[in-house]
């Protein structure tokens, strides 16, 4: 504090007053009378603040920040010239902790969900407190793919990826498929993968979600594009073909690279007869005369297509006999019919 002079008479009192900023000051009184005679007090000290207590800083963990840290360390710092002592409450102050020597709150096992922490200190002006809010998320979220089984096969080419995610504190969710080079954000983790044209051919197609903890699950799957109908051609017997053989093998050839399955039926039409690895019809005994084949095969992803063949077993000789003339006869006409 400044020096300021006062002119006093005997027995008189006087105050100083001063518009002082924030902080430690020291003051001291000196008097002095007309025969040189000089009297002081002693140094005080006065602390001019503009806070009840303590100043309280949480430095970690931040507020509303998620962790999967059970074992997560709550860290302060209390600043006072006259801290006296510290503690916290994690309900609102109706359970106290006291931390020996101001420490930090260390050794707590937090259970799974939000919790708020209030610290408090205190000095000779009074009480502070400081509050953080954060919570412990241990739990992966669950995904899953609703829609569409793995390794399936389709003609769509605008094929959706539908899929499902569950957790209390979901984040963000991306997708990314075939070469993995490239993610894709999937808004609010409610926007299925739709509006893609997928080529002819296999593709793989992986979903990641993560919660506010940083905790990140996965799945993939696996689906084939497939619009093309597979190629069937019969290579023997040839069509309205005529043969002796009631063993009459009908050959064909079936091409696809995801052939699945071929059957046939014959004459009647109303008995399917499945076809083994699509193997050729064999061990037939064909009645005589006419028979109609009709063939089909299909690939995994339902594309189909048929042909025909219609061919006659005839193991019958025919017969032959002469009329006329009469076997070992004679005749005077030269011209014999």
Same mark, same amino acid.
Request: charge should be negative; hydrophobic fraction near 25%; include cysteine.
């Given at each position: 504090?400044?020096?300021?002079?006062?002119?006093?008479?005997?027995?008189?009192?006087?105050?100083?007053?001063?518009?002082?900023?924030?902080?430690?000051?020291?003051?001291?009184?000196?008097?002095?009378?007309?025969?040189?005679?000089?009297?002081?007090?002693?140094?005080?000290?006065?602390?001019?603040?503009?806070?009840?207590?303590?100043?309280?800083?949480?430095?970690?963990?931040? %507020? !509303? =920040?998620?962790? /999967?840290? +059970?074992? *997560?360390?709550?860290?302060?710092?209390? @600043? #006072?010239? &006259?801290?006296?002592?510290?503690?916290?409450? %994690? !309900? =609102?102050?109706? /359970?106290? +902790?006291? *931390?020996?020597?101001?420490?930090?709150? @260390? #050794?707590? &096992?937090?259970?799974?969900?939000?919790?708020?922490?209030?610290?408090?200190?205190?000095? +000779?002006?009074?009480?502070?407190?400081?509050?953080? @809010?954060?919570?412990?998320?241990?739990?992966?979220?669950?995904?899953?793919?609703?829609?569409?089984?793995?390794?399936?096969?389709?003609?769509?080419?605008?094929?959706?990826?539908?899929?499902?995610?569950?957790?209390?504190?979901?984040?963000?969710c991306w997708y990314s498929n075939d070469s993995m080079l490239e993610n894709t954000t999937l808004a609010s983790c409610s926007t299925n993968i739709t509006g893609v044209t997928w080529s002819e051919g296999q593709h793989e197609v992986m979903v990641w979600v993560n919660d506010s903890a940083g905790q990140v699950n996965n799945i993939d799957v696996t689906f084939t594009i497939d619009t093309t109908n597979p190629s069937l051609t019969i290579n023997s017997p040839t069509n309205n073909s005529f043969s002796v053989q009631s063993g009459l093998d009908v050959n064909y050839s079936a091409v696809d690279i995801n052939l699945e399955s071929c059957w046939y039926t014959n004459d009647s039409l109303t008995t399917n007869t499945t076809l083994t690895s699509c193997s050729n019809i064999t061990e037939i005994t064909w009645s005589e005369g006419a028979h109609n084949i009709n063939l089909w095969i299909n690939d995994s992803a339902g594309n189909i297509n048929s042909t025909n063949v219609t061919f006659t077993i005839d193991s019958t000789t025919p017969t032959l006999s002469i009329q006329s003339p009469i076997g070992n006869s004679y005749t005077t006409n030269s011209t014999i019919q």
């Open positions: 504090i400044n020096s300021t002079d006062w002119n006093l008479y005997v027995n008189q009192s006087k105050n100083a007053t001063e518009n002082l900023s924030y902080g430690t000051y020291t003051y001291q009184v000196f008097a002095e009378d007309n025969s040189n005679n000089l009297g002081n007090t002693e140094q005080r000290a006065i602390v001019i603040t503009n806070v009840t207590g303590p100043k309280i800083t949480i430095n970690s963990p931040t %507020t !509303d =920040s998620f962790t /999967t840290d +059970t074992g *997560l360390d709550v860290t302060y710092t209390a @600043t #006072s010239s &006259t801290l006296d002592k510290c503690w916290y409450s %994690t !309900d =609102s102050g109706a /359970t106290n +902790t006291t *931390l020996t020597d101001c420490a930090n709150i @260390t #050794s707590t &096992t937090w259970e799974e969900g939000e919790h708020t922490v209030t610290i408090y200190a205190n000095d +000779t002006l009074g009480t502070s407190t400081s509050t953080v @809010t954060f919570t412990i998320d241990t739990i992966t979220p669950t995904i899953s793919i609703s829609t569409l089984a793995n390794n399936t096969y389709s003609t769509d080419t605008g094929l959706d990826v539908e899929y499902a995610t569950v957790d209390t504190n979901l984040a963000s």
